[in-house]
């Protein structure tokens, strides 16, 4: 048994903030091939998103409850966002660069939609 903690729970956490400056929610992102595999399996509920980086597909198979999902090109424009339920698999979209991944509604509570421009703010920015 590893004594490390899992690289998920390492994963550098930032905010998302819109063009207008709005802060969205906070954020884990998941940069690491380790961390993206893991992404929210094994969870019961999330607070805030997770960032997916580089990611242009994903799936639900194995999560324990449904997501919004959104997918960013490489500026920062939503080009894309859905509702997936759990043990479902994506489509890829070719067009993004990266994943926010936040519990089902949040989309809705945020004001998020096709067309906003997200900036991903970690501590150092």
């Known amino acids: ?49 997770i960032v997916l980086t580089p ?11 449904p997501i919004d999902v959104a997918f960013l090109d490489d500026d920062g424009t939503v080009v894309k966002t859905m509702h997936m339920k759990s043990h479902r698999i994506g489509v890829p979209v070719w067009s993004a660069s990266l994943v926010i991944e936040a519990e089902a509604g949040a989309f809705a509570r945020w004001g998020l939609r096709v067309g906003d421009v997200i900036e991903i703010r970690g501590d150092d920015s």
């Open 1 to 49: 048994m590893c004594a490390e903690a899992p690289t998920w729970h390492t994963s550098r956490v930032a905010w998302l903030v819109t063009d207008d400056k709005r802060v969205l929610a906070s954020a884990e992102v998941a940069d690491s091939r380790t961390a993206r595999r893991k992404g929210l399996l094994g969870r019961e509920h999330l607070d805030g998103a």
């Open 55 to 65: 990611c242009r597909w994903i799936h639900t198979i194995g999560m324990q409850f």
